[in-house]
């Protein structure tokens, strides 16, 4: 097996770790570090757990049976985001890695806020570590897409879902019609769990009265928006904004997703459409020019396509989708 492959399969691993801060590590990034021995043992490894206590590395590194704190100054540590440098709520990560005195230091993505970018890695290898950069980059920046865009463009990442028929109506002759399975619909309530609010039209809110829960995952509800004449888009995304909610899914109704569309905010868009037909109805918003194909996937016979908007650039240049580009006060990771 090749060095390459080893790092990847490790970096994977912090990823999957990684991930499990979903809901406790927000508005921080997920972020995972791996310890491994020579041989390939892991023998540490932890994720951000929650904001405001201890990072990734700091929690790898208490895993580590007594016994096997010795094979630190033999090891590699690996971490899906680049290890802090300066002092916030909590000491920097990267003098807590020099300390332990570990090998090497393979690092998924760098972080560019302006009081990290690269100091974190400068500050390991002045220390005589040796440090990769950029094993699986594009996936872990993609595990804080929503991160990233809160921060550089100053709104939520926005996702538009619907569910259509085959051939292309939202409901049947303009009543509510169900055509998620059993199995999709417990993937819609995850999708809502992991974002933070939540949006649908006036006239869905009337008509259909949804609940806009997560009775069917075990995640927690996304805050609730409604769209009306006195509380428009423009509205809902300043009040994510200024509440820190960095994402919203908007569930619908057509008019709903159009006018996202049209005012050019959204990220993505997963549409789910099953094999039956309806003949008329209400049309589905339709995918917009451009956007990209990301994702098929079957269940229970129907299929979801998520599709991806065209790579937008942040104020210094960088490409914002599923980048690691940050501004501002960005990388709170480093100062909690």
Known sequence: MSQTYDDETYMRRCLQIAACGIYGARPNPMVGAVIVAPGGRIIGEGYHVRCGEGHAEVNAFASVKPTDEPLLRQSTMYVSLEPCAHYGKTPPCADLIVAKGVRRVVVGCVDPFAKVEGRGIRKLREAGIEVAVGVLEEECRALNRRFITFQTLGRPYITLKWAQSADGY???DSRPTMISTPFTQMLAHK????????????????????RLDTRRWGGPAPRRFVLS??????DVVAECRSEG???LLV????ATHRAF???GLWDEIRVETSPETFGRGTKAAGIPA???????EAYDGNSIDTYKAPLRLSPAGRGIDGGCAATGDAAERSTT
């Open 170 to 172: 939202i409901d049947r």
């Open 191 to 210: 999708l809502r769990a992991e974002c933070q609010a939540i949006v649908v039209g006036r006239v869905t809110a009337e008509r259909d009265r949804p």
């Open 229 to 234: 004449r006195s509380h428009g888009l423009d």
């Open 245 to 247: 909610l960095q994402s």
């Open 251 to 254: 569930e619908g109704g057509a």
């Open 261 to 263: 569309i049209d005012a």
């Open 290 to 296: 451009g956007a990209r194909l990301a994702s098929h």
